[in-house]
C-alpha cells in the first residue's frame, strides 16, 4: 500500500460516523458570501450549494466569519417537530437565525441554561413544525473558529430524543465506571499511602473532567453556572492535566527509572510542559486560543511513543506492572493519536472515536486498578515472605525462638483471665552430638527434620512448635491439649524412637527426652514456664533418656536448675 493510499484510507476511515446522524432530513447547504438582506427571503438556486442526505461539515474559520444557508430539501413530513442539531463546536462562535422571526441565537454546549430536556452533547434549536425548503436557516461561523468541522442537521425531536438518552446512558456508563475505580484506589490509598494511588486518582480524575467536558454533561451538573465563563478552556486544562498525571502515574506504577533510565528521563521533561499549558490555558495575554490545542498535540505525538517503547523494554525486562500498563493503555493511545490527528489534520469527528475515547479511558481505568491490585498483592506476598523467613526455621520450617516465645506471650496473656490449662514441653535430642560426629551434620539435619514431622503428627491444629535451638525444641499446647500433656509427650517419644532416618548411607536411629510443665498460680510469667519444662527435661536425661518427665512445684522449692 502506497503513502497516497494510507493516507486516504485512514481519511476515510475517520470520515465515516456511526449511526449518530440517523434519522435526519436531507438538506441543501449554501456558503453564502455575506449576511443576507433579507433572511426570510426565499433564495435563487446556487451554483454552490451541495445537497446532504442527513447532516453538513462546515468550517469556522479562526479570524473571519463564513455564512451558511440551511434548507430542506424537501417538505417535512414527520408527526415530531424539526429540530436544528449543532455537534463538535468545542470553541468556535456559532450565530444561528431562526424562521420565522430570525433573530440571532448563540448558545455553546458550556452553557448552563441550554433545553435541560435535551444533553450538553449539541446545541439543539426548535423549528416552526411547518418548516418547508422555502424556509432557510442561517449559520454564522468563526472569530474564533476551530480546526475540525462542525457538524449541522435537521433531525426531529423524538428520534433525537430518542438518540440523546443512548447518548447520556452510555456517557453516563463509562464515567461511573472510571469514577467508581477512582474510589477503589482511593479506599486502597487511605490504607496503604502509597503515593501511586494518588497519580492513579489525579489522572483518572482529570480524564473524567475532560471526558464530561468534552461530551458537555459536565456543564449539566449542579454549579455548572460557574464553569459555563469558561467554556472549552475547562476541558483543555483536564485534557493537559490527564497527559501530565499519566506519566507521573506511569513513571512510578511501571518503576520506569530502574528499568529504562533514560526514556524515564525524557518523559519525566514531558510532564512539566503539559502542567505548563494547563496554567496557560487561563492567560489570555498569550492568547492560548490560537496555539495551545495543537501544541499540546504535539507533545502528545512525542509523549505517547515514548511510553511506549519505555513500558514494553521495562516488561521485557520483568516489570509485571509495565504489561498491566500496555495492556491497558495501548488501546487507549492508539485512539489518542488517531484524535490528535484528526484534530491537527482538520477532519470530521466520527461517532466510534466520539465514544471510543471515553470507552478506552473506562477500559484502562479498569485494567489499571487491577494492576494496582496486583502490585498490592505482591507487595503483601512479599511482605509476608519476609515475615516467614523472620518467623521460622529455615531447616525445620518451624517457628524460630523468638516467634515460639513470642504466641506463648500472646497465649499466657490471652488465658490468663481464665486460667485456661497452659503447657509446654521441652525437647532434647539425645546424643545428638554423637550423631553429628559419627555421620556428619547433614545426617543431623536429616534427624532434625524428621523429628519435627514426628512432633507434629501428635499435635492439634491450634498446638505450636518451635526450635529454641540447636537440637532443642519446644511445644506450646492449651486447653484441651495441655490437659492430656503427658500423654501427647509419650506419643512424641515413642514416635521418636520408631523412627529410621536413612543419612550418610545408614538408617540412624535416635531418640528424645521431655520435659513437661502445666501453667501453674505461682509461675509469674511465660519464662518462667518454659523454664520449668526445661528442667524437667534435664531431669529426663538424667534418668536415662527416651522417657517423659512432668515438672512438679514444691511449696518453698525453687525450679531445678538445668546443670548441662
Known amino acids: 500500500m502506497g503513502p497516497s493510499l494510507a493516507r486516504w484510507s485512514v481519511v476515510l476511515l475517520l470520515w465515516c460516523p456511526l449511526t449518530a446522524a440517523a434519522g435526519g432530513a436531507a438538506l441543501r447547504i449554501i456558503p453564502l458570501p455575506g449576511p443576507p438582506k433579507d433572511m426570510a427571503a426565499v433564495l435563487p438556486p446556487a451554483a454552490t450549494a451541495t445537497t446532504t442526505p442527513t447532516h453538513a461539515w462546515l468550517r469556522a474559520p479562526h479570524h473571519a466569519r463564513a455564512w451558511y444557508a440551511l434548507e430542506l430539501a424537501a417538505d417535512w413530513h414527520h408527526r415530531s417537530p424539526p429540530l436544528l442539531v449543532i455537534h463538535d463546536n468545542t470553541r468556535a462562535r456559532v450565530t444561528v437565525y431562526l424562521p420565522p422571526d430570525y433573530r440571532p441565537r448563540t448558545a455553546t454546549v458550556f452553557d448552563a441554561t441550554l433545553d435541560p430536556s435535551f444533553s450538553h452533547a449539541a446545541v439543539v434549536y426548535l423549528l416552526p413544525p411547518g418548516l418547508d425548503p422555502r424556509q432557510p436557516v442561517y449559520l454564522r461561523l468563526g472569530d474564533p473558529g476551530q480546526t475540525q468541522p462542525i457538524r449541522v442537521g435537521i433531525t426531529d425531536v423524538a428520534g433525537y430524543r430518542a438518540r440523546d438518552l443512548a447518548h447520556v446512558r452510555l456517557s453516563t456508563f463509562l464515567v461511573s465506571v472510571q469514577v467508581s475505580m477512582v474510589l477503589v484506589i482511593l479506599c486502597f490509598w487511605v490504607v496503604l499511602r502509597d503515593r501511586v494511588f494518588l497519580y492513579f486518582i489525579a489522572h483518572v480524575s482529570a480524564q473524567v473532567v475532560y471526558d464530561m467536558a468534552a461530551s458537555g ?14 467554556g472549552y478552556h475547562t476541558g483543555q486544562t483536564a485534557a ?45 495575554w498569550f492568547e492560548p486560543d490560537a496555539w495551545l490545542p495543537n501544541t499540546v498535540n504535539v507533545l502528545l505525538v512525542a509523549a505517547v511513543p515514548a511510553a511506549l517503547v519505555a513500558s514494553w523494554l521495562a516488561w521485557r525486562r520483568g516489570n509485571r506492572q509495565a504489561g498491566f500498563f500496555l495492556l491497558a493503555w495501548v488501546p487507549l493511545l492508539a ?80 488465658t490468663r483471665s481464665g486460667f485456661e490449662p497452659l503447657a509446654v514441653l521441652f525437647l532434647d535430642i539425645d546424643h545428638f552430638k554423637q550423631i553429628n ?57 515413642a514416635r521418636t524412637a520408631a523412627l529410621q532416618v536413612a543419612a550418610a548411607g545408614h538408617l540412624i536411629g535416635f531418640t528424645l527426652s521431655i520435659g513437661v510443665a502445666l501453667r501453674e498460680a505461682s509461675m509469674a510469667n511465660v519464662d518462667a514456664l518454659v523454664e520449668c519444662a526445661d528442667a524437667a527435661q534435664y531431669r529426663a536425661k538424667g534418668a536415662g533418656r527416651n522417657r517423659v518427665e512432668v515438672w512438679c512445684s514444691v511449696p518453698g522449692r525453687a525450679a531445678v536448675p538445668r546443670v548441662g
Not at 250 to 277: G, K, M
Not at 356 to 367: D, H, N, Q, R, S
Request: glycine share 8%; aromatic share 8%.
Open 335 to 414: 485512539l489518542t493519536l488517531i484524535r490528535v490527528v484528526q484534530l491537527i489534520v482538520g477532519l470530521p469527528l466520527p461517532s466510534w472515536l466520539e465514544y471510543g475515547l471515553p470507552a478506552g479511558m473506562a477500559y484502562a481505568a479498569v485494567v489499571v486498578t487491577l494492576g494496582l491490585a496486583d502490585a498490592t498483592l505482591q507487595v503483601r506476598h512479599e511482605r509476608d515472605q519476609a515475615t516467614h523467613i523472620a518467623e521460622y526455621d529455615a531447616l525445620t520450617g518451624v517457628l524460630n525462638r523468638r516467634a515460639i516465645m513470642q504466641r506463648m506471650q500472646v497465649a499466657w496473656h490471652a
Open 217 to 230: 454533561e459536565l456543564f449539566a451538573l449542579p454549579g455548572a453556572a460557574l464553569l459555563g465563563p469558561f
Open 240 to 284: 493537559a492535566l490527564a497527559a501530565g498525571t499519566s506519566i507521573w502515574f506511569i513513571l512510578e506504577f511501571a518503576d520506569l527509572r530502574r528499568h529504562t533510565p533514560r526514556l524515564a528521563t525524557l518523559l519525566a521533561a514531558l510532564r512539566w510542559p503539559f502542567v505548563a499549558l494547563a496554567l496557560i490555558v487561563w492567560m489570555p
Open 437 to 493: 560426629d559419627t555421620y556428619g551434620h547433614a545426617a543431623g539435619d536429616a534427624c532434625l527434620m524428621a523429628l519435627t514431622g514426628a512432633i507434629r503428627a501428635e499435635l492439634a491444629a491450634a498446638d505450636r512448635v518451635g526450635r529454641y535451638g540447636g537440637e532443642e525444641f519446644v511445644v506450646l499446647l492449651h486447653g484441651d491439649s495441655a490437659r492430656m500433656a503427658e500423654g501427647v509427650a509419650a506419643r512424641i517419644v
